[in-house]
């Protein structure tokens, strides 16, 4: 195949796809287009962490820093003055009154981290094997940490809202072009060759001239564009995120879509993107059981009670219809999750004497007020005012008192005196 034809087949794919991008939501339910979305940006990340993990050799654990950093960045650049004044109301004055569109801040956001992964770079790619991995990995640790504790600008360990929904599936894929297009035309360029070479052979490839380090570190800094950028798609995909969604859980969910796919070709990096993406999405469906006439699985169960104390029960020791369901679902499913809403402790030693069950963890909370930023839908069902302990019945909670799971129990509390006092529980069974 000629140049001219290649390049035929190439802008005809790229069109394919754009115009597909387009017609998408009008073809199919919201649920495939965010799962598409999302797989459109998981595979330009991927793709760009490709780059140094696999044409230069340099096994980077820190690539999701960068999508960290990009995510921050935009969405501060992107967040309106009047979301800047009430979620981060210390911001300095010049970056308060600075507000970009979407497109500016993703490209700001990927500069950004061009300019963070050429000062780490520096140092990092002089290393190699182990070495730097365990120094990327290092990376990744300090800009978790500098996102949790720069409370001005990146709100901590809470949830940064407020960022615009602005990621849709023609933004995703349009990036997705874009990378695969410039990083294909690098890749299979001299440099893309120096860079496959310094993989190969670092010795003979400075035999014939090619230095080590810009070459690695040109890699580096490249992937580091486009997953800031990714990271400014994905904040604006999601809207709220916090510091915990840029850590080992993504970073290892990117290299292993990286390692199925292969590590040295584009193609394989997109082709493992697709694999683990619809891999993952049948495994969660399959919460919901299945049945296939020789092999099939029961289906996990959610009930949701909520016990009134004794005195609002003619009976005091009788038990609640619905909770008796929620026990028969207990007896005749491995993994049964249900959820009591008590408002009164007695009633929770009540429900382990009577029902024959075990409680690991039992929280106590004070009843909770409706707050202004409570919607009417967010109140409706839930009757906060009335709940003053939750109890958590669940495969790692609770179990029939004939077995367990190596957890050792709580006891219930127990119920109060004639007085209305507590009864004081021995020190010697008080949990830690």
Known sequence: MSGMQRLIVVVAGIALLGLFSFSAPAMMNDYFVRI?????????????????????????????????????????????????????????????????????????????????????????????????????????????????????????????????????????????????????????????????????????AQAIGIDVLPTRLSAFVIGAFFAGAGGSLYGHYLGSFSPAGFYFAYTFSLISMLVIGGMQSMTGAVVGVIIVSILSELLRNLERGFDLGVVGATDSFRC????????????????????????????????????VRIRDQPVA??????????????????????????????????????VAALGQIGESAIHRARGGFGHRPIKAPAPPDAAGRPSATPRSRRRP
């Open 36 to 204: 598409l979305t999302v797989m459109c940006i998981n595979a330009m990340l991927v793709v760009s962490m490709g780059l140094a993990n696999g044409f230069t050799g340099v096994f980077s654990l820190g690539h999701v820093g960068f999508v960290g950093v990009g995510a921050y960045v935009s969405g501060v650049l992107s967040l309106s003055a009047s979301a800047k004044a009430s979620y981060l109301p210390d911001l300095p004055a010049w970056i308060a009154g600075l507000h970009l569109s979407f497109l500016s801040s993703t490209i700001v956001a990927g500069l950004v981290c061009v300019v963070l992964a050429f000062l780490v770079g520096a140092p990092l790619m002089r290393l190699s094997g182990h070495f730097v991995s365990v120094a990327t990995l290092g990376f990744l640790i300090i800009v978790n940490v500098v996102l949790i504790n720069a409370d001005d600008y990146t709100r901590g360990a809470r949830t940064f809202t407020g960022v615009p929904l602005q990621t849709t599936f023609p933004w995703a894929m349009g990036w997705l072009l874009l990378a695969l297009v410039v990083l294909a035309r690098i890749v299979y360029s001299p440099k893309g060759r120096a860079w496959r070479a310094v993989r190969e052979d670092t010795i003979a």
């Open 304 to 339: 949701t009670a909520r016990i009134d104390p004794p005195a609002a029960r003619s009976d005091a020791g009788d038990v609640p219809g619905v909770l008796s369901q929620c026990h028969h679902l207990v007896e005749h499913a491995e993994t049964a999750h249900c959820m």
């Open 349 to 386: 030693a009540h429900l382990v004497a009577r029902k024959g069950l075990r409680i690991d963890e039992h929280h106590v909370e004070p009843a909770t007020r409706q707050g202004p930023g409570r919607s009417a839908a967010g109140r409706a069902g839930t009757d906060d005012e009335d």
